[in-house]
């Protein structure tokens, strides 16, 4: 399932307030996501801007918090940009969120998310930096996603993508929990037969 929320009219102001050389100098330091051995991710750059406390498989699958990156704490616009989504598909808490750069030639294979996390929340992806040759893959829908437009990817199902193109695909990629929508509670939270 690939669900149109609405439109950000802020969103270049991720590109502003996140210099490029800024990302990509980033994104170097983090490539645990990109070069774990089966990561479907190994055509990725990621850049964290909420993240577990600590990296390693339990945490990403299983890790319910999410703490700010310094590279967050100095990019006010981002901020704002990750804000003004919260508030269009109204948010109780705003989870993990990462800046994902897709190369030329890149792609992510198909694969599902899982773990409590994933059981936790939803996937919503901003494309910040698009063409019309990248197309996203999810479930049995496949489609070109608009810059500025908020799309929420259901994570849980197969999903995939692929950047053909000679530029750069990036998208601002966050995970919330809504206050009219439905989210599993985790099992270790689940009320008994009696309600408690």
Partial sequence: MIREWGRIESYRDAIEGLACEDFFEEASKETWRSDSPTSPHKGTQSVFLRMSDLILPSDVFDDLDAFTCPILIDSPKVQD??????????????????????????????????????????????????????????????????????????????????????????????????????????????EDEDGN
């Fill in 81 to 190: 940009v990750i804000s003004d989504v919260s508030y269009l598909v109204q948010a109780s808490r705003i989870g993990r969120a990462m800046l994902v750069n897709l190369p030329p030639g890149g792609r992510v294979v198909p694969h599902e998310d899982q773990g409590e996390y994933c059981a936790s929340y939803r996937r919503f992806h901003l494309p910040i930096v698009t063409n019309d040759k990248v197309l996203f893959t999810c479930g049995e829908t496949q489609k070109h996603l608009e810059e500025g437009m908020v799309y929420e990817i259901d994570n849980k199902q197969t999903h995939s993508t692929s950047n053909p193109s000679d530029y750069h695909r990036l998208h601002l990629i966050i995970d919330m929990q809504l206050l009219n929508g439905w989210v599993r509670v985790p099992q270790h939270y689940e």
